[in-house]
């Protein structure tokens, strides 16, 4: 099992930053990827970026790209998302989620953040 605790939303205005952090317990040395995804009432769940735990590498949604950046602390084993300028249609619950390796899948999630974003 891992455990996911996300922190750090809140309210920020249009054209200001956030930072989301996302620790994580448990079964972590069994970490392929790691992810931030957020929902919006009404809307699907979206897939926001990812990392590869042991490389670092990552992957951004059409949608955030060159605004967010997803970063890790492997000691920590903490993710984080750097939200900057960030637009009233960001507002949403976001979700941090771990892939072990092996899965086809994101098998564990945390409970969510509300980040909203005031125009």
């Known amino acids: 099992q891992v455990q996911l605790v996300e922190s750090g939303g809140g309210l920020v205005q249009t054209g200001g930053s956030l930072r989301l952090s996302c620790a994580a317990s448990g079964r972590t040395l069994g970490t392929y990827v790691m992810a931030w995804f957020r929902q919006a009432p009404g809307k699907d769940r979206e897939l926001l970026a990812r990392?590869?735990?042991?490389?670092?590498?990552?992957y951004y949604a059409d949608s955030v790209k060159g605004r967010f950046t997803i970063s890790r602390d492997n000691a920590k084993n903490t993710v984080y998302l750097e939200m900057n300028s960030v637009k009233p249609e960001d507002t949403a619950v976001y979700y941090c989620?771990?892939?072990?390796?092996?899965?086809?899948?994101?098998?564990?999630w945390g409970q969510g953040t509300q980040v909203t974003v005031s125009s």
């Open positions: 990392i590869t735990w042991s490389s670092g590498s990552t």
């Open positions: 989620a771990n892939q072990q390796r092996g899965a086809p899948r994101y098998d564990y």
